[in-house]
């Protein structure tokens, strides 16, 4: 372990964790569209 090894581990910690709540938020955002589709596809097939 170096001396610098502690801080370079939070710094990649900070960076991971942006990463995955942008990686969290983009699922959402999938999912919600993916929801609306979903959606819009059984109103199509109720009128037709």
């Known amino acids: 372990m170096s001396k610098y090894a ?7 910690r900070a960076s991971i964790e942006k990463d995955v709540q942008a990686t969290m938020q983009r699922i959402t ?4 569209r993916l929801h609306h589709q979903q959606g819009d596809e ?3 097939n109720k009128l037709h």
């Open 6 to 12: 502690p801080r370079i581990a939070a710094e990649d």
């Open 29 to 32: 955002k999938l999912r919600e």
């Open 42 to 44: 059984m109103l199509h």
